[in-house]
Protein backbone atom coordinates (compact mmCIF):
# COMPACT_ATOMS: atom_id res chain seq x y z
CA UNK A 1 0.00 0.00 0.00
CA UNK A 2 1.05 3.77 -0.85
CA UNK A 3 0.99 5.69 2.57
CA UNK A 4 0.51 9.39 2.14
CA UNK A 5 2.24 9.88 5.74
CA UNK A 6 4.58 6.92 6.37
CA UNK A 7 5.77 5.60 9.60
CA UNK A 8 9.19 6.68 9.23
CA UNK A 9 10.83 8.11 5.88
CA UNK A 10 14.32 6.35 5.24
CA UNK A 11 14.45 7.73 2.02
CA UNK A 12 14.00 11.16 2.62
CA UNK A 13 16.47 10.96 5.93
CA UNK A 14 19.46 9.88 3.66
CA UNK A 15 18.88 12.22 0.77
CA UNK A 16 19.39 15.19 3.34
CA UNK A 17 22.69 13.88 4.06
CA UNK A 18 23.48 12.05 0.87
CA UNK A 19 27.05 13.51 0.34
CA UNK A 20 27.99 13.13 4.04
CA UNK A 21 26.69 9.39 4.20
CA UNK A 22 28.10 7.96 0.84
CA UNK A 23 31.63 9.78 1.78
CA UNK A 24 31.56 7.38 5.17
CA UNK A 25 30.69 4.54 3.40
CA UNK A 26 33.28 5.12 0.63
CA UNK A 27 35.97 5.62 3.50
CA UNK A 28 35.26 2.37 4.99
CA UNK A 29 35.40 0.58 1.82
CA UNK A 30 38.47 2.54 0.62
CA UNK A 31 40.96 1.84 3.55
CA UNK A 32 39.38 -1.52 4.83
CA UNK A 33 38.50 -0.62 8.18
CA UNK A 34 35.97 -2.88 8.83
CA UNK A 35 36.46 -4.09 12.60
CA UNK A 36 37.26 -2.67 15.84
CA UNK A 37 38.71 0.52 14.21
CA UNK A 38 38.97 4.10 13.84
CA UNK A 39 35.41 4.95 13.66
CA UNK A 40 34.44 2.74 16.15
CA UNK A 41 36.46 4.49 19.08
CA UNK A 42 34.96 7.67 17.47
CA UNK A 43 31.58 6.41 18.12
CA UNK A 44 32.18 5.18 21.38
CA UNK A 45 33.58 7.95 22.67
CA UNK A 46 30.66 10.56 21.05
CA UNK A 47 28.42 8.17 22.90
CA UNK A 48 30.12 8.58 26.19
CA UNK A 49 30.28 12.36 25.63
CA UNK A 50 26.76 12.58 25.23
CA UNK A 51 25.49 10.45 27.73
CA UNK A 52 28.02 11.90 30.49
CA UNK A 53 29.85 8.26 31.01
CA UNK A 54 32.97 7.02 31.92
CA UNK A 55 32.46 3.86 28.81
CA UNK A 56 30.66 2.71 25.73
CA UNK A 57 30.78 -0.34 24.22
CA UNK A 58 29.52 -0.91 20.70
CA UNK A 59 27.88 -3.95 19.98
CA UNK A 60 26.07 -5.72 17.13
CA UNK A 61 22.51 -4.78 18.60
CA UNK A 62 20.19 -3.72 21.67
CA UNK A 63 19.30 -7.19 22.41
CA UNK A 64 23.09 -8.06 22.76
CA UNK A 65 23.47 -5.20 24.66
CA UNK A 66 20.57 -6.33 27.39
CA UNK A 67 21.78 -9.95 27.12
CA UNK A 68 25.87 -9.11 27.47
CA UNK A 69 24.89 -6.76 30.43
CA UNK A 70 23.14 -9.05 32.46
CA UNK A 71 25.89 -11.73 31.77
CA UNK A 72 28.63 -8.95 33.11
CA UNK A 73 26.53 -8.18 35.85
CA UNK A 74 26.66 -11.76 36.69
CA UNK A 75 23.12 -12.55 36.56
CA UNK A 76 22.39 -16.49 36.04
CA UNK A 77 20.12 -19.50 36.56
CA UNK A 78 18.63 -19.51 40.33
CA UNK A 79 18.45 -15.10 39.90
CA UNK A 80 15.15 -13.83 39.46
CA UNK A 81 15.26 -9.90 37.07
CA UNK A 82 12.24 -7.65 37.52
CA UNK A 83 10.91 -5.73 34.37
CA UNK A 84 7.88 -5.17 32.54
CA UNK A 85 6.00 -6.86 30.17
CA UNK A 86 4.98 -3.75 27.89
CA UNK A 87 8.01 -4.21 26.13
CA UNK A 88 9.34 -5.38 23.40
CA UNK A 89 10.17 -9.15 23.49
CA UNK A 90 13.67 -8.85 23.22
CA UNK A 91 13.72 -7.57 26.86
CA UNK A 92 12.93 -10.57 28.70
CA UNK A 93 14.80 -12.67 26.30
CA UNK A 94 18.08 -11.61 27.69
CA UNK A 95 16.96 -12.66 30.73
CA UNK A 96 15.65 -15.68 29.65
CA UNK A 97 18.96 -16.47 27.68
CA UNK A 98 21.37 -15.93 29.97
CA UNK A 99 19.66 -18.38 32.38
CA UNK A 100 17.99 -16.22 34.66
CA UNK A 101 13.73 -16.13 35.07
CA UNK A 102 11.33 -12.76 34.33
CA UNK A 103 9.45 -11.54 37.13
CA UNK A 104 6.94 -9.37 35.53
CA UNK A 105 5.59 -6.01 37.13
CA UNK A 106 2.78 -4.09 35.64
CA UNK A 107 3.09 -0.50 33.85
CA UNK A 108 1.57 3.00 34.71
CA UNK A 109 -0.33 5.34 32.81
CA UNK A 110 3.34 6.40 31.54
CA UNK A 111 3.11 2.46 29.64
CA UNK A 112 6.64 2.02 32.45
CA UNK A 113 7.01 0.24 34.45
CA UNK A 114 5.13 0.62 38.01
CA UNK A 115 7.49 1.24 40.34
CA UNK A 116 5.30 1.34 43.48
CA UNK A 117 4.52 -2.53 42.69
CA UNK A 118 8.12 -3.55 42.22
CA UNK A 119 8.70 -3.81 46.02
CA UNK A 120 6.16 -6.26 46.79
CA UNK A 121 7.54 -8.63 43.70
CA UNK A 122 11.13 -8.71 45.29
CA UNK A 123 12.62 -12.58 46.65
CA UNK A 124 15.34 -13.66 48.17
CA UNK A 125 15.97 -15.00 44.23
CA UNK A 126 16.05 -11.30 43.03
CA UNK A 127 19.04 -9.56 41.72
CA UNK A 128 17.86 -7.61 39.28
CA UNK A 129 15.79 -4.32 37.78
CA UNK A 130 15.32 -3.71 34.29
CA UNK A 131 13.34 -0.66 33.96
CA UNK A 132 12.43 -0.15 30.46
CA UNK A 133 12.14 3.59 29.31
CA UNK A 134 9.50 3.53 26.74
CA UNK A 135 8.75 5.62 23.96
CA UNK A 136 11.21 8.70 24.73
CA UNK A 137 10.18 8.31 28.61
CA UNK A 138 12.16 7.47 30.93
CA UNK A 139 11.10 5.33 34.35
CA UNK A 140 10.71 7.34 37.59
CA UNK A 141 14.33 6.17 38.49
CA UNK A 142 14.67 8.65 41.79
CA UNK A 143 12.22 6.12 43.57
CA UNK A 144 13.48 3.12 41.46
CA UNK A 145 17.01 3.51 43.04
CA UNK A 146 16.01 4.08 46.23
CA UNK A 147 14.08 0.50 46.02
CA UNK A 148 17.40 -1.16 44.30
CA UNK A 149 19.66 0.44 47.32
CA UNK A 150 17.75 -0.78 49.93
CA UNK A 151 17.87 -4.40 48.64
CA UNK A 152 21.13 -4.23 47.10
CA UNK A 153 19.95 -5.11 44.03
CA UNK A 154 21.17 -4.01 40.06
CA UNK A 155 19.60 -1.77 38.09
CA UNK A 156 19.99 -2.16 34.46
CA UNK A 157 18.50 0.17 31.91
CA UNK A 158 16.95 -1.00 28.94
CA UNK A 159 17.42 2.59 27.08
CA UNK A 160 16.87 1.24 23.49
CA UNK A 161 14.14 3.73 23.02
CA UNK A 162 15.07 7.24 25.12
CA UNK A 163 18.25 7.95 23.99
CA UNK A 164 18.81 11.46 24.76
CA UNK A 165 15.88 11.22 27.06
CA UNK A 166 16.15 12.03 31.07
CA UNK A 167 15.55 11.91 34.30
CA UNK A 168 16.11 15.07 37.34
CA UNK A 169 18.67 15.72 34.60
CA UNK A 170 20.21 12.51 34.39
CA UNK A 171 20.76 10.79 30.97
CA UNK A 172 19.18 7.76 30.30
CA UNK A 173 21.42 4.82 30.22
CA UNK A 174 23.72 6.29 32.77
CA UNK A 175 21.54 6.34 36.28
CA UNK A 176 21.95 2.57 36.98
CA UNK A 177 25.35 0.08 36.61
CA UNK A 178 24.59 0.07 32.88
CA UNK A 179 22.50 1.39 29.90
CA UNK A 180 21.53 -0.67 26.48
CA UNK A 181 21.07 1.00 23.29
CA UNK A 182 19.63 0.28 20.11
CA UNK A 183 20.49 1.88 16.88
CA UNK A 184 17.73 -0.17 14.41
CA UNK A 185 17.08 1.84 11.83
CA UNK A 186 13.81 3.59 12.86
CA UNK A 187 15.01 4.61 16.47
CA UNK A 188 15.91 8.38 17.42
CA UNK A 189 19.77 7.85 16.18
CA UNK A 190 19.58 4.98 13.67
CA UNK A 191 22.16 3.31 11.19
CA UNK A 192 21.52 1.14 8.12
CA UNK A 193 20.50 -2.21 9.86
CA UNK A 194 21.45 -3.57 13.72
CA UNK A 195 23.30 -2.22 16.19
CA UNK A 196 23.81 -1.30 20.12
CA UNK A 197 25.61 -0.24 22.81
CA UNK A 198 26.22 -0.44 26.45
CA UNK A 199 27.41 2.15 28.40
CA UNK A 200 28.30 2.46 31.87
CA UNK A 201 30.88 4.27 34.75
CA UNK A 202 32.09 0.79 35.90
CA UNK A 203 35.41 -0.10 34.48
CA UNK A 204 35.25 -3.47 35.31
CA UNK A 205 32.01 -4.26 34.42
CA UNK A 206 32.85 -2.10 31.05
CA UNK A 207 36.17 -4.53 30.50
CA UNK A 208 33.83 -7.64 30.95
CA UNK A 209 31.73 -6.50 27.98
CA UNK A 210 34.46 -5.41 26.05
CA UNK A 211 35.23 -9.20 26.61
CA UNK A 212 32.15 -10.59 25.95
CA UNK A 213 31.76 -8.87 22.89
CA UNK A 214 34.90 -10.13 21.01
CA UNK A 215 35.00 -13.80 21.80
CA UNK A 216 36.15 -13.34 24.98
CA UNK A 217 39.74 -11.65 24.34
CA UNK A 218 40.26 -8.62 26.50
CA UNK A 219 41.68 -5.43 25.15
CA UNK A 220 45.27 -4.98 24.33
CA UNK A 221 46.50 -8.72 25.31
CA UNK A 222 46.03 -12.31 23.68
CA UNK A 223 44.76 -13.53 27.01
CA UNK A 224 40.96 -15.03 26.46
CA UNK A 225 38.80 -14.48 29.55
CA UNK A 226 36.64 -17.40 29.29
CA UNK A 227 34.34 -18.20 26.09
CA UNK A 228 32.45 -14.92 24.95
CA UNK A 229 30.14 -13.55 22.01
CA UNK A 230 31.08 -12.22 18.05
CA UNK A 231 29.07 -9.63 18.89
CA UNK A 232 31.07 -6.21 17.65
CA UNK A 233 29.38 -3.28 16.56
CA UNK A 234 30.80 -3.16 12.56
CA UNK A 235 32.84 -0.21 11.85
CA UNK A 236 30.47 0.37 8.90
CA UNK A 237 27.41 1.22 11.35
CA UNK A 238 29.70 3.22 13.53
CA UNK A 239 30.57 5.57 10.24
CA UNK A 240 26.73 6.15 9.38
CA UNK A 241 26.20 6.48 13.28
CA UNK A 242 29.34 9.46 13.50
CA UNK A 243 27.56 11.23 10.61
CA UNK A 244 23.87 11.31 12.20
CA UNK A 245 25.10 11.69 15.48
CA UNK A 246 25.89 15.63 14.41
CA UNK A 247 22.63 16.30 13.87
CA UNK A 248 20.97 14.38 17.01
CA UNK A 249 20.23 16.91 19.58
CA UNK A 250 18.12 18.92 16.56
CA UNK A 251 16.20 15.52 15.74
CA UNK A 252 15.27 15.92 19.43
CA UNK A 253 14.47 19.36 19.14
CA UNK A 254 12.54 18.59 16.41
CA UNK A 255 10.89 15.56 18.22
CA UNK A 256 9.67 17.77 20.74
CA UNK A 257 7.93 20.84 18.55
CA UNK A 258 6.11 17.42 16.41
CA UNK A 259 4.51 16.16 19.53
CA UNK A 260 4.05 19.23 20.86
CA UNK A 261 1.91 20.29 17.77
CA UNK A 262 0.29 17.16 18.19
CA UNK A 263 -0.98 18.10 21.76
CA UNK A 264 -2.43 21.22 20.75
CA UNK A 265 -4.03 19.59 17.53
CA UNK A 266 -5.67 16.74 19.55
CA UNK A 267 -6.24 17.41 22.89
CA UNK A 268 -10.05 18.39 22.38
CA UNK A 269 -10.57 14.85 21.02
CA UNK A 270 -12.17 13.27 24.27
CA UNK A 271 -11.97 10.11 23.08
CA UNK A 272 -8.22 10.23 22.71
CA UNK A 273 -5.60 9.92 25.95
CA UNK A 274 -2.07 11.38 24.70
CA UNK A 275 1.01 11.38 26.03
CA UNK A 276 2.68 13.63 28.79
CA UNK A 277 3.25 17.19 26.51
CA UNK A 278 6.93 18.49 26.28
CA UNK A 279 6.06 21.49 28.35
CA UNK A 280 4.77 19.16 31.06
CA UNK A 281 6.03 20.05 34.96
CA UNK A 282 8.75 17.37 36.66
CA UNK A 283 12.09 15.73 36.23
CA UNK A 284 11.49 14.27 33.07
CA UNK A 285 12.32 15.02 29.62
CA UNK A 286 10.85 13.20 27.28
CA UNK A 287 12.52 12.80 23.93
CA UNK A 288 9.51 11.34 21.92
CA UNK A 289 10.69 8.14 19.95
CA UNK A 290 7.18 6.94 19.49
CA UNK A 291 4.11 9.39 19.80
CA UNK A 292 1.57 7.22 21.48
CA UNK A 293 -1.95 7.34 21.25
CA UNK A 294 -4.66 5.29 23.39
CA UNK A 295 -8.00 4.79 22.08
CA UNK A 296 -10.90 2.27 23.50
CA UNK A 297 -12.00 2.52 19.70
CA UNK A 298 -8.15 1.34 18.50
CA UNK A 299 -8.88 -1.17 15.77
CA UNK A 300 -11.42 0.68 13.94
CA UNK A 301 -9.31 4.15 14.98
CA UNK A 302 -6.18 1.92 13.28
CA UNK A 303 -8.51 0.91 10.16
CA UNK A 304 -9.38 4.54 9.22
CA UNK A 305 -5.87 5.92 9.70
CA UNK A 306 -4.40 3.20 7.18
CA UNK A 307 -7.65 3.71 4.88
CA UNK A 308 -6.64 7.33 4.83
CA UNK A 309 -3.08 6.75 4.10
CA UNK A 310 -1.75 7.30 7.34
CA UNK A 311 0.44 4.56 8.36
CA UNK A 312 0.83 3.44 12.03
CA UNK A 313 2.11 0.32 14.07
CA UNK A 314 0.67 -0.77 17.34
CA UNK A 315 3.10 -1.88 20.00
CA UNK A 316 2.11 -4.30 21.32
CA UNK A 317 -1.17 -5.89 20.42
CA UNK A 318 -0.67 -9.01 22.31
CA UNK A 319 1.10 -8.03 26.19
CA UNK A 320 3.86 -10.89 26.46
CA UNK A 321 2.23 -12.26 29.71
CA UNK A 322 -0.60 -13.64 26.96
CA UNK A 323 1.93 -14.79 24.88
CA UNK A 324 1.42 -18.61 25.16
CA UNK A 325 4.64 -19.85 24.16
CA UNK A 326 7.13 -17.79 26.13
CA UNK A 327 5.35 -19.71 29.25
CA UNK A 328 4.86 -15.97 31.21
CA UNK A 329 1.37 -16.53 31.31
CA UNK A 330 0.81 -16.94 35.00
CA UNK A 331 1.48 -12.97 35.70
CA UNK A 332 -1.64 -11.39 35.99
CA UNK A 333 -0.89 -7.42 34.64
CA UNK A 334 -4.20 -6.13 33.78
CA UNK A 335 -2.88 -2.20 33.18
CA UNK A 336 -0.75 -3.82 30.72
CA UNK A 337 -3.61 -6.05 28.95
CA UNK A 338 -5.76 -2.56 29.02
CA UNK A 339 -2.90 -0.54 27.12
CA UNK A 340 -1.97 -3.07 25.01
CA UNK A 341 -5.88 -3.06 23.85
CA UNK A 342 -5.27 1.03 23.06
CA UNK A 343 -2.01 2.09 22.06
CA UNK A 344 -1.40 3.24 18.22
CA UNK A 345 2.03 5.17 17.54
CA UNK A 346 1.58 7.78 14.80
CA UNK A 347 3.97 9.31 12.24
CA UNK A 348 6.55 11.25 14.35
CA UNK A 349 10.20 11.71 13.02
CA UNK A 350 12.47 14.22 12.10
CA UNK A 351 11.94 14.71 8.65
CA UNK A 352 7.95 14.82 9.33
CA UNK A 353 6.81 17.73 7.13
CA UNK A 354 4.27 20.28 9.10
CA UNK A 355 1.76 19.87 6.36
CA UNK A 356 2.12 15.87 6.45
CA UNK A 357 1.47 16.47 10.30
CA UNK A 358 -1.61 18.29 10.45
CA UNK A 359 -2.85 15.68 7.79
CA UNK A 360 -2.97 13.28 10.52
CA UNK A 361 -4.49 15.75 12.99
CA UNK A 362 -7.48 15.78 10.16
CA UNK A 363 -7.88 12.38 9.27
CA UNK A 364 -8.19 11.88 13.37
CA UNK A 365 -10.82 14.92 13.87
CA UNK A 366 -12.78 13.38 10.84
CA UNK A 367 -13.03 9.64 13.02
CA UNK A 368 -14.00 11.27 15.86
CA UNK A 369 -16.46 14.08 13.97
Given at each position: MEYKVRF???PKQYQNMKPELDGAV???????DFILRGQLKEFEQNMADFLGVKYTI????????????????????????ITPAHTFVATIAGIVHCGATP????????????????????TPKTKAIMPVHLNGRLCDMGKLMK????????????ACQSLGGTYAGKMAGSIGLCGCFSFYPAKILGT?????????NDKKFAEKIFSLRDNGRMIGSDEIDGFGYNTRLDNLHAAILNVKFKYLPEWIKRRRVLAQRYQEGLSDISDLKLPPPPDAKGPFFDVFQNYVIRSKKRDKLAAHLRNHGVE?????????????????????????????????????????EDEKLEYVIDVLHDFHA
Open positions: VNYTEILSHGGVNNGTDAIFLSLLAAGIGPGDEVVLVDIGEDMNMNVGQVEQLIIADKHDLVILEDAGDAGLVSTIIISWPFPLNKQTKLGLTHFHLPMTEKISDEVISIPLYPEL
